[in-house]
């Protein structure tokens, strides 16, 4: 039987975008003003997240403590709300429609490992988050997933699947369990 082996571990053809100078300046960046609760001014980050290629709407609120891996792989629309402690695995493009809330401790995968390989390869898939979509605290979603028009994933659910449109999912894998009325 095989076994992995890390040594053979490769992640070519994956180019996680800009350039060795630029990734460096996101990950100080990264480390000091977002991951921390130095500078609580949504404006400010923001400003740096623009500068650093992200496509950012209008009225975004990020708190403090949030994790971001490449901006320019991150899309948001007006007026989302990014939770504290909310971690942003944007190894390839995340796509967040307008009016989106990622509560406390929400995660965003785009990457993962071919665990059937000796060599672990990588693997990535985009994120599609359409508008009104809330993912609830401690609730994580996996790479390739695309949660339609206002689904809701609830507290502490996995989503490994794509969430049909106005629907509550909920569980590890999340499940629908409900429509979403909204009055």
Not at 124 to 135: A, C, N, Q
């Amino acid at each position: 039987m095989s076994r992995t082996d890390l040594s053979t571990y490769n992640n070519h053809p994956y180019n996680p975008g800009g350039n060795v100078l630029k990734r460096v300046l996101w990950y100080y960046f990264n480390a000091v003003f977002f991951k921390t609760g130095i500078i609580p001014s949504s404006a400010f980050k923001v400003f740096f997240l623009k500068l650093f290629g992200a496509g950012i709407g209008k009225n975004v609120t990020i708190k403090p403590c949030v994790n971001i891996k490449y901006p320019w792989n991150l899309h948001i629309g007006d007026e989302c709300w990014i939770g504290e402690n909310v971690w942003i695995d944007s190894l390839v493009l995340i796509h967040i429609g307008a009016h989106v809330c990622l509560s406390q401790g929400a995660v965003l995968l785009t990457g993962s490992h071919n665990y059937k390989k000796t060599s672990f390869d990588l693997i990535t898939k985009g994120i599609i988050l359409e508008d009104g979509v809330w993912i609830c605290a401690g609730a994580m979603v996996n790479p390739g997933v695309k949660a339609a028009s206002h689904a809701v994933l609830t507290s502490g659910s996995i989503a490994t699947k794509n969430m049909e449109a106005y629907s509550v999912y909920q569980g590890n894998p999340a499940v629908k369990v409900r429509e979403r009325e909204i009055s």
